[in-house]
């Protein structure tokens, strides 16, 4: 494929099958978002592959999140299965990484910065594509939680934590929905 055909082809992913994705097949890929237009060279983008201990840690706090959705009155019952859905779902995933954004400089500077990890971001997702690999880009309150930049080693200081790929070989794949340029684009005098 192209860049124009992976640019229209590329899904977000939801439902991967069980093949793991390698640690050099996961290199070649981010490798990609090093390559991302970044005012200033200042390469605010880093990278954490969750490992099995790590995904499984978080897999019990998404768990727990979810649980804590549960209605005041849902029995036990309830609440163990709703546990275990979101633990379930965290585990489904066969490769998870977080992705986050050195912040540092003036806001100015802050702006630029995510702005280039989310280049970076769409970088790695159009190289997945064309690779055969999938991706969903995840967040939610488990990226933001004190826990979880603790476990990942991110310093809240100086990192900001944008969300998590969800990474491996597709099971299924979405159709696609856009609405028409023109609904999205005005033109001024």
């Not at 990890?117 to 939610?140: D, F, H, K, P």
Request: hydrophobic share 35%; aromatic share 12%; proline share 5%.
């Amino acid at each position: 494929m192209d860049v124009l055909d992976v640019l229209k082809a590329r899904r977000t992913i939801f439902k991967f099958n069980s093949r793991p994705v390698s640690g050099e097949m996961l290199k070649r890929i981010f490798e990609f978002g090093l390559w991302a237009p970044n005012h200033h060279v200042t390469e605010p983008w880093r990278f954490v592959v969750l490992g099995e201990e790590t995904k499984q840690t978080l897999a019990r706090r998404y768990g727990d999140i979810q649980e804590g959705k549960a209605s005041e009155k849902a029995d036990e019952s309830s609440r163990k299965k709703l546990w275990q859905a979101g633990y379930d779902k965290f585990m489904s995933k066969p490769a998870v990484i977080a992705v986050s954004c050195v912040q540092e400089g003036d806001e100015q500077q802050r702006r630029e910065d995510y702005a280039a990890v989310c280049c970076a971001m769409q970088n790695v997702q159009l190289a997945a594509w064309e690779l055969g690999v999938g991706m969903q880009w995840s967040t939610g309150p488990i990226t933001m939680q004190k826990e979880t930049y603790e476990l990942l080693g991110v310093n809240p200081d100086r990192e900001y934590i944008i969300g998590f790929f969800y990474t491996g070989y597709p099971s299924e794949i979405p159709t696609p929905r856009r609405k028409p340029l023109d609904d999205v684009m005005r033109w001024t005098a």
